[in-house]
């Protein structure tokens, strides 16, 4: 039975999203306390070996994924030590922390290419199961970091808008002077976003290797990163607005492979441009109310406090 | 003191350079061989295909020494690489991508003692040759295998690049299943390029949701487009390396990969007898480059005949691109009494009827 176009690309959608996803609720967490992360793509590179080569040496999918993570928010701490502790400047240590990532990565997966694994188990509500539009195709069957994708990103809202550390964060990435005046320790909350950001990204990397592909190959994220970063924006540093972002982004990736696959007469190369013009249109027609969305310390170093 | 040190120092290196030369002597090999590739030889396709092809060879020549190089791009690094394996004493090298053509041609120039040998190009110098294998005719049989497994009549193919080669190959993949099966119809999504696993996942997906029910390939590995049909109940024709038949133990059907080591045995030895002659080698289909992967478990043995039985076909000379054939559009493209061979191979702008998609 052939899925309707709207299906697949739905379908389409939520598998590609996914990682966008993770990776762009990692990055709100991070500029919302006034650091832009440019190595995202390095943390997901990391994140995607560091899970391959585990649950390839260990047999366990699960253990690939915590791996992950931690080595995610590990990767992000090392470049917290540079931006923070250091007080380097963000944008040039982020694009460093890209390039260490890809070339850890590398290393670090080198063993792994063409292991075989067992990727992260599906599963598909009964309910949903019987009905004939939903059988045939890949939606509603799916891993864990899916299945958990929507309640996190409301996890992560629910941190930063409703706790005490959430209202610790967004001070310190509007004005870490101020909040450093009132008591706050802004280097401690920037480790702390950074970790949790980290350990998002890296969870956003597993998906990648240990679900979509279940492979590792070097520079396999190609530009999701930086996909995410520019969601990070389109989203206005909201978490829930993110939901739709990597929606819209993971959709416009399924769009053009569903509309080969639908016989469309436009050139795949064209076609192939679709999310990255989108990412544009986006950043075009919405940037000047975005600007002001931005933390207002977002990129500043702070030097008050050690 | 100083002296008798001097006496006891001199003495040491004296009898370990005795003891140690005769293990020095013996280790020259007959002969150095540098392979660079452009990505993992642990890829189930195209590069663990040449990498096979040298442990043969290893195999075939005693004394052959192997030096190799994974995820070397396709640029000036890799004259950086291939003149590092001169430097270790390499003779012969097999520069394996497209793209490692101009590198290698530039340090072939540098060194005439060197032998190059180029897989897919069309460069020639005294010390430089070429060759590929001929996959177009050889996608004919796996056709025929595609179009009587299939139960939907719908198959898909994922390629990287809409070169020639590949248009070529899907082509000659629809009129085989055409030949057993008139109501096949082949969907073709290019991922814009040779190895993007995540796009390749996607685009498997989105033909399986199309109702495909077998998917082949042209892209460097066949292992993600392979392992995304296995998961979803779908059957699967490889390409590249017949090894990748692994990944599908109930879908696979069959498929193509390359059997480099013939060739490479005999460069080999010619290097070593000092006969090297520069030639530009294309071999198909029982002609020993390429070769059909063994049958899966679910194939049954009636298909199996008419699947071995065109394969012969192909062997013994038969050209699938024999006119009248039209293209998808209607258009006659090889008149009858015309046929396409050899050089033309790279030259398909258009798919056969039949095929969804079109050449941009």
């Known amino acids: ?306 | 003191m100083k002296k008798s040190l001097g006496l006891v120092v001199g003495l040491l290196v004296l009898v370990l350079s005795v003891a140690l030369a005769p293990s020095v002597a013996a280790d020259t090999p007959t002969l150095i061989i540098g392979a660079i590739y452009v990505g993992s030889v642990n890829d189930f396709g195209y590069n663990r295909s040449f990498h096979d092809a040298l442990l043969t060879v290893q195999k075939n020549i005693p004394g052959v020494k192997l030096l190799e190089a994974e995820n070397v791009p396709e640029s000036a690094e890799a004259e950086r690489v291939m003149e590092s394996m001169i430097q270790q004493g390499a003779r012969l090298i097999f520069p394996t991508s497209f793209g490692h053509q101009e590198p290698a041609f530039n340090v072939a120039k540098r060194h005439p003692d060197v032998y190059f040998e180029h897989a897919g190009g069309w460069m020639m110098a005294a010390n430089f040759g070429n060759y590929f294998g001929n996959t177009q005719a050889a996608w004919y049989p796996m056709g025929v295998a595609a179009g009587r497994m299939t139960k939907t009549n719908k198959l898909g193919f994922v390629i990287g690049i809409p070169i020639g080669f590949a248009v070529g190959n899907v082509n000659a993949f629809e009129l085989g299943a055409r030949s057993v099966n008139p109501a096949a119809v082949t969907t073709v999504v290019v991922t814009g390029g040779w190895s993007d696993k995540a796009k390749e996942a996607a685009a498997a997906n989105a033909l399986l949701d199309q109702g495909c029910d077998v998917l082949a390939m042209h892209v460097d590995s066949p292992a993600t487009v392979i392992q995304t049909a296995e998961a979803r109940g779908a059957m699967s024709i490889g390409f590249q390396s017949i090894e990748a038949r692994v990944l599908a133990p109930k879908g696979w059907i069959t498929g193509l990969g390359f059997n480099w080591a013939p060739y490479f045995t005999e460069v080999a030895k010619s290097v070593i007898a000092g006969t090297f002659t520069p030639e530009s080698t294309h071999l198909g289909l029982g002609q020993g480059m390429v070769v059909m992967a063994p049958f899966g478990a679910a194939v049954p043995s009636s298909v199996r005949q008419v699947v071995t039985a065109a394969a012969d076909k192909i062997a013994n000379g038969f050209n699938p691109f024999t006119g009248p054939i039209v293209d998808n559009t209607g258009v006659t493209q090889i008149k009858a009494g015309e046929s396409w061979g050899g050089e033309k191979m790279g030259d398909f702008k258009w798919y056969v009827e039949g095929v969804v998609g079109k050449v941009q």
């Open chain 1, 1 to 306: 039975m052939n899925t309707p176009l709207l299906l697949g690309v739905l379908a389409g959608a939520v598998l590609s999203g996914t990682s966008l996803l993770y990776a762009t609720l990692g990055e709100t967490i991070s500029e919302r306390s006034g650091i832009v992360n440019l190595g995202l793509e390095g943390i997901l590179l990391i994140g995607a070996s560091v899970g391959f080569a585990v649950t390839a040496s260990r047999g366990s999918a699960y253990l690939g994924v915590a791996s992950a993570a931690l080595a995610g928010g590990a990767a992000n701490l090392l470049f917290g030590w540079l931006v923070v502790s250091r007080k380097a400047n963000q944008l040039a240590s982020g694009l460093a922390m890209m390039f260490f990532g890809i070339g850890a990565s590398a290393l670090i997966g080198e063993p792994f290419v063409g292991a075989v694994i067992r990727g992260l188990p599906k599963w598909r509500p009964a309910f949903l199961a019987t009905l004939p539009w939903v059988k045939s195709t890949t939606l509603f069957n799916y891993d864990i970091l899916i299945w958990l994708a929507v309640p996190v990103a409301l996890l992560v809202w629910g941190a930063l808008f409703k706790t005490r550390w959430g209202l610790g964060v967004r001070a310190v990435g509007e004005s870490a002077a101020a909040a450093f005046a009132s008591g706050r320790n802004p280097s401690a909350i920037q480790f702390q976003a950074l970790f949790a950001g980290g350990v998002l990204g890296g969870l956003a990397g597993a998906h990648l290797s240990l679900s979509l592909t279940l492979t590792w190959a070097e520079g396999m994220t190609a530009g999701r990163g930086f996909i995410a970063i520019a969601l990070v924006i389109f989203s206005k540093w909201h978490p829930l607005r993110a939901i739709a972002g990597a929606l819209v982004f993971g959709g416009a990736e399924a769009l053009q492979l569903q509309l080969q696959a639908r016989g469309a007469e436009i050139s795949p190369f064209l076609l192939d441009m679709i999310p990255y013009v989108l990412t544009l249109l986006v950043l075009l027609a919405w940037g000047g109310a975005r600007r002001l969305a931005a933390p207002a310390g977002l990129g500043r170093t702070f030097y008050g406090s050690d």
